[in-house]
């Protein structure tokens, strides 16, 4: 591996550099891939989740392992056409690199940035997402530019322990916060950022984590993640055969919880709170936390590849300010405004190339 080395002289290229982190190990691995229908047009996974609503436990159950399959649809090749008009509405972010110089000038960038599939590779066990030593040190760097936050469906402690950098954590879709240490140079003030609006449900998370646990080990490659505020139901390592099954055995266990709710990602089933909180109400969060959610002079920077950074993507939309940067390879329902999809995109603005899959560019900071 060979290890490039830059260096940055001003917030143009400190920019760069966190648009370039986010696309070294995402687009190389395993992106979300649309659900396409026979007669290539997108079907909407939107209504496919509609179908959960139908009366009847049989329409349930086929509702769900519909939507199980249209967030985890067999890899085929897209259609040039559909996807050259998929870029027209979002563009690459590197391509487009200078209207969004102009966009930033006289802000503040703050950087938010998914983990799985962003920062760490889709890998078949979860427990093993690393970062790579190259890409934790990259991160460092945008931190130090920039107020950054890593925001994951993930248990906030867990995501630490894999990044290990000292920047904001929203665990568990954002339902669990927590900023650095006081004294952090870009927060206004001195208070500790700290934020669990599902404290209440805790309990009733770790009863369903040991009845959904005892449920699917029956199951061959089925894992239950418990994320605190939330839990996850992997299904990467089911057989396709099985994951009817599987959604049966979730939807017997949370039906007796009506204060939870099942939603989807790429092969995973996660089941949270009802309450009204996501990624988007945690990137809000944040802005506020940070003393800039009444500025005119911020520019939020959200890169993510998975449905729920969906969320983050709308708040931004919703606010007509920052920049929803989507990593994926092919084109997918977003509300994203820029896209990235391969390394060797970064070589406009970024004089240097990505070699391959473990090939990772470091930036430092010059004094």
Not at 58 to 75: C, F, I, K, V, W
Not at 211 to 220: F, G, N, Q, S
Not at 267 to 292: C, H, M, Q, S
């Amino acid at each position: 591996m060979t290890n490039q080395t830059m260096v940055i002289s001003d917030a143009k290229s400190g920019l760069t550099m966190a648009i370039a982190v986010a696309l070294t190990e995402s687009a190389l691995y395993s992106p979300a891939m649309p659900l396409v229908s026979p007669n290539g047009y997108f079907a909407s996974r939107k209504k496919l989740l509609k179908k959960l609503e139908a009366n009847g436990n049989g329409a349930r159950m086929n509702a769900l392992l519909d939507s199980m399959r249209a967030s985890s649809p067999t890899r085929r090749p897209t259609d040039t056409e559909d996807h050259n008009s998929w870029i027209l509405h979002h563009p690459s972010a590197l391509s487009m690199f200078e209207e969004i110089m102009r966009a930033s000038q006289g802000k503040q960038i703050v950087v938010f940035l998914d983990y799985d599939g962003t920062l760490s590779p889709i890998v078949e066990d979860p427990d093993r997402a690393f970062i790579t030593t190259e890409m934790r040190e990259a991160v460092r760097d945008v931190a130090k530019l920039f107020p950054t936050a890593i925001v994951s469906g993930r248990c906030r402690a867990k995501v630490y322990n894999f990044v290990i950098v000292r920047v904001y954590y929203a665990g568990s879709h954002g339902m669990d916060i927590k900023g650095p240490a006081k004294g952090h140079t870009h927060r206004k003030g001195n208070q500790t950022v700290l934020c669990q609006p599902a404290r209440e449900f805790l309990p009733m998370i770790d009863e369903v984590y040991k009845a959904l646990t005892e449920k699917v080990k029956c199951i061959p490659g089925a894992k239950v993640e418990n994320n605190k505020f939330c839990l996850s139901v992997h299904y990467r390592c089911v057989e396709e055969k099985k994951w009817g099954e599987l959604g049966d055995q979730v939807r017997m266990v949370i039906n007796d919880y009506p204060q939870l709710r099942l939603t989807q990602g790429r092969k995973v089933l996660e089941i949270r709170p009802t309450i009204k909180w996501d990624k988007g109400n945690a990137l809000e969060f944040l802005l506020e936390a940070l003393g800039y959610a009444e500025s005119n002079d911020v520019l939020p920077i959200y890169i993510g590849d998975d449905r729920t950074d969906e969320d983050a993507f709308r708040v931004l939309q919703e606010r007509g300010q920052g920049l929803g940067i989507l990593v994926s390879k092919t084109p997918k329902e977003t509300n994203a405004s820029y896209s990235l999809q391969e390394p060797s995109e970064a070589s406009y603005e970024v004089p240097t190339t990505f070699g391959g899959v473990e090939e990772v560019v470091r930036i430092k900071a010059l004094a």
